[in-house]
């Protein structure tokens, strides 16, 4: 099988001189779901801005295979190239559901919006189409007009994913997708998160701090510390049986809170 | 009874005799001259003449007495004059190190080489009216002679410079062709000399108030008056005929340079920020405040974060003309009855609707 | 459209105001505008003595495109004797010293604001736009650098999730005017604040049609015979006003009508808010339900009315 995402030595530091990432290589295939985990400061969100397009690294490239071409170096993509790929092959789940959702406009209007992007000209059916996908992260039909600022937390990062999955993406970057939510919250998202990312059979990066959030969805992990990944593998082995020492207490710290 | 809302030219014929004679008022009043306004309201000439984008004190003062002391109106009648005059090119960079100053202060330094400079300002005096004025001829003081200073007075800032503790402005772009707002429309992002040619013909209270809201917190940037300088600098030009520069006068101006933090990056020593304010004539305010204004303005390029209005270059640049904002906002007076009619046929409609449905739904 | 001499009537200012250079600058802004129909392009707008937001755009435009032997007429809301038509006309009368008048098949070159002429323009006209907000995107994008880049590669979707939000929140598209179009399947376009109703006049015209905006420093074009097709979604079409009743002057049907208010107890009646059109039918012998008022209520050749 053909890689569908591929890092090579990724690095980037900011204007002011503070480290980002460093030499981070991957590969991701079709339908894998790739963990990052680290603490704030590890550089795992610098990392998830290098590979979706938002940050330019300073080093190395990431590729992206975009309509089954071959791998492309997707900073030397035209502006138009990667703003078409944001709202077709790719989506990215904010962790502030805010960042995500158009707050003005209601749930159906956002999850329709990438489909009158790409040409969608049929009210009824665009409107069909948001209510499907609105029941399948669970939000009552009844809700379909109203905005985004009556959902609650919960409610929004459904909206949020609705919106991203309606376009068919093949490669979604969650950062953090469970953060700011209460507990039982949490896992009801992640529980319909992993059902959907499997049904679907897309292709995901998920950065988080969170292992449980790692355990349940990926199938692959990285560890990151102070820029660099300390430790890869089957995530299950990482979890079960971490090498480096601070997996070990990564690991151990979570056992014990 | 029907009354129409049509006017003919008769009525705006009418109405500008009307204004005529507004202006005038009480005719045992003596006429106000304009060379009474331009000596005896200099301030407001002042402000005219920047915000107008023409250094002309005659033609302001001229503006003030037509626009009735309305400072806004006056400013668009010189703005409207200055469009009608031919553009012989740019002059050099006025050059305020060499200054004939009448005042000139440093907030950041207790004494700089040439000495601190009072002037005159309204700084130290007690905002208390003086009912003197109100009697004429009861305010012929004559201040203490003050002795010309003719020795160069090195700009605070330039000091700093050679120490290589103030950012340099960038060559590249003093020596470009500079952007010239009277004839360009602005475009984003805007290079620093649109950003500057904007705020100086910026509207003074739209741009103190993002002066001040950046001191409040609402893009913070530390600020130092490094030094205010008012007096009068030489305009060079060089004709293309001639191909040298020669003087073409002098104009009187305040400047002031702000002396702002900056954490350096991996590749530059840490070093001071400028912001830069410039007026015609002695407008301290407005220069204190364009400075603060240009310095949240360069967020983005010094890699700070934009969270705040001064320092979002779109929102501060297309919102400070005030003759632009005075004409949009006045602008509503015109009819927009057709507009008016569509949503008032649609909002019937949608009533009209809603009560069918009710009216159904209750019948079921 | 030529101006052979370069004085105005009353020799202070340059004939039709702007000095040569300005019309020039300003007729090549024209002929880009013309070249990429619809698409908006920035031009050194100048301060006329006229306030910004009052038809500032299309007066540099007038000004530079206007020749001698030009007849000029002016609208705001259909009428030519609105007051700030009435102003901008004196102005090029006193600048240019050209001709005027109110009958629309006269006019060479016509200046309005919030409307279109209900008579079919011609080859032979030109039609100049006051436009206050050239940007369609702007109440969903208010960042220029943004809606550049929409238009550049377009990105339209947006313009379409407004529409969305209208239709389900209220049964239909309510946007009334100012509605946006797309010319020549290319740039979506906003034909500034006329009704929707004259949204279907603006296909295929005969005419061209300039468009000004003097605050936003912006001009663009609709070259003549070019598509222009107002935005809707195929199962919600785009549909233009309807009034159930004709004008009560002249008895005109398929014409936008201007409610006139007549008492305080509900009394009013609607009238053709092109004034002109509705004086040439009256002419004609047409006449509405209210007609015998019409002289009463001001309704008459109104040059010299206060």
Aim: aromatic letters at 8%; hydrophobic letters at 35%; charged letters at 25%.
């Amino acid at each position: 099988m053909n890689a569908l995402l591929e890092a090579q030595s990724v690095g980037h530091s900011y204007a002011g001189g503070q480290l980002g990432c460093e030499d981070v290589s991957f590969r991701l295939y079709p339908g894998e779901v790739l963990g990052v985990v680290g603490e704030s400061g590890s550089g795992k969100s610098t990392l998830l801005g290098c590979l979706s397009g938002m940050i330019e690294p300073s080093q190395g490239s990431v590729r992206f295979d975009a309509g089954g071409q071959g791998l492309r170096d997707v900073f030397s993509l035209s502006e138009p190239e990667r703003r078409l790929l944001m709202r077709t092959d790719w989506g990215i789940v904010r962790q502030n559901p805010r960042d995500g959702l158009r707050m003005n406009v209601s749930a159906g209007g956002n999850v329709g919006e990438r489909l009158m992007a790409v040409g969608a000209r049929n009210y009824t059916e665009i409107r069909g189409e948001a209510l499907d996908w609105l029941t399948r992260v669970e939000i009552p039909s009844g809700r379909i007009d109203d905005l985004p600022r009556t959902f609650s937390g919960g409610m929004q990062q459904r909206v949020q994913i609705a919106r991203i999955l309606v376009s068919k993406p093949r490669l979604v970057f969650m950062d953090e997708p469970t953060g700011g939510l209460d507990v039982s919250v949490q896992a009801r998202l992640l529980d319909l998160l992993r059902g959907l990312v499997r049904d679907l059979g897309v292709a995901a990066v998920v950065v988080t701090h969170d292992l449980a959030v790692v355990r349940l969805l990926s199938d692959r992990l990285m560890v990151m510390r102070q820029g660099r990944v300390v430790e890869s593998g089957l995530t299950d082995q990482v979890l079960d049986d971490p090498q480096h020492p601070y997996s070990q207490l990564l690991v151990s710290s979570v056992l014990q809170a | 009874m029907y009354v129409a809302t049509k006017g003919g030219e008769s009525a705006i014929e009418a109405t500008h005799e009307l204004i005529a004679e507004e202006r005038r008022g009480d005719t045992t009043v003596p006429e106000l001259g304009t060379d009474q306004v331009r000596n005896q309201l200099g301030r407001a000439v002042d402000r005219v003449m920047t915000e107008g984008s023409l250094y002309d004190p005659d033609l302001a003062s001229l503006a003030i007495k037509q626009a009735q002391g309305d400072m806004v109106e006056a400013i668009f009648l010189l703005r409207a004059f200055r469009t009608t005059l031919p553009r012989f090119g740019a002059a050099e960079p006025l050059d305020t190190s060499k200054m004939i100053i009448r005042r000139r202060i440093s907030a950041a330094f207790k004494d700089i080489p040439g000495g601190q400079i009072l002037g005159p300002t309204y700084d130290y005096t007690h905002r208390l009216l003086d009912f003197d004025l109100v009697k004429e001829g009861a305010n012929a003081t004559s201040a203490p002679e003050a002795t010309a200073t003719e020795q160069t007075m090195p700009r605070v800032t330039d000091i700093l410079g050679a120490e290589g503790l103030m950012q340099a402005e960038n060559r590249e772009e003093i020596e470009a062709e500079p952007f010239d707002l009277g004839r360009q429309p602005m475009s984003f992002p805007a290079n620093r000399d649109q950003r500057l040619q904007n705020l100086f013909r910026g509207d003074e209270g739209f741009v103190l108030a993002l002066g001040y809201a950046t001191q409040r917190g609402y893009g913070r940037n530390h600020p130092f008056v490094g030094e205010i300088r008012m007096g009068f600098v030489e305009v060079e030009f060089t004709p293309p005929e001639l191909g040298f520069t020669i003087s073409i006068g002098e104009i009187e101006v305040t400047e002031c340079q702000m002396i702002n933090q900056f954490t350096g990056t991996k590749d530059i020593q840490p070093m001071f920020t400028r912001g830069y304010g410039l007026a015609f004539g002695q407008s301290e305010r407005k220069t204190m405040a364009m400075a603060l204004v240009d310095r949240a303005l360069k967020a983005s390029e010094l890699g700070e974060d934009r969270d705040h209005p001064p320092q979002d270059e779109e929102f501060v640049l297309a919102h400070s003309d005030n003759v632009e904002a005075a004409g949009f906002v006045s602008h509503l007076k015109l009819p927009h009855y057709v507009d008016f009619q569509s949503e008032l046929s649609l909002l019937r409609g949608l009533r009209e609707d809603a009560l069918s449905t009710q009216d159904k739904e209750a019948a079921e | 459209m030529n101006s052979r001499a370069f004085h105005s009537v009353d020799g202070t200012y340059n004939f039709a105001y702007l000095d040569e250079q300005t019309k020039r600058m300003i007729r090549r802004t024209l002929l880009k505008a013309i070249a990429v129909p619809g698409y908006q392009v920035p031009f050194g707008g100048r301060e006329m003595p006229m306030a910004y937001g009052w038809g500032t755009g299309g007066i540099q435009i007038t000004a530079s495109i206007i020749g001698r032997d030009d007849t000029l007429k002016v609208i705001d809301q259909g009428a030519d004797d609105t007051t700030n038509a009435v102003s901008i006309r004196r102005f090029f009368r006193r600048v240019a010293g050209v001709q005027t008048t109110e009958e629309t098949s006269k006019a060479t070159l016509i200046q309005t604001r919030h409307r279109i002429p209900e008579k079919q323009l011609t080859e032979k006209q030109i039609l100049v736009y006051q436009v206050p907000q050239p940007e369609p995107l702007w109440k969903l994008e208010p960042r220029e650098v943004e809606t550049r880049k929409l238009h550049a590669y377009s990105e339209y979707g947006l313009m379409h999730v407004k529409l969305y939000e209208d239709i389900s929140r209220h049964g239909e598209i309510i946007t009334t005017y100012d509605y946006p179009v797309e010319v020549n399947a290319r740039h979506i376009m906003s034909p500034s604040p006329i009704p929707k109703f004259d949204n279907p006049k603006m296909a295929m015209m005969p005419a061209l049609q300039l468009f000004g905006a003097g605050r936003e420093k912006r001009i663009y074009a609709i070259p003549p015979y070019t598509r222009v097709r107002s935005l809707d979604f195929d199962d919600h079409p785009f549909k233009p006003q309807r009034f159930d009743k004709p004008c009560a002057l002249c008895g005109a049907e398929e014409v936008f009508l201007d409610e006139v208010i007549l008492d305080d107890k509900g009394d009013h009646m609607f009238v053709c808010s092109d004034s002109d059109h509705c004086r040439e039918r009256r002419a004609a012998g047409h006449t509405g339900s209210r007609a015998s008022d019409a002289a009463d209520m001001g309704f008459v050749p109104t040059e010299g009315l206060n």
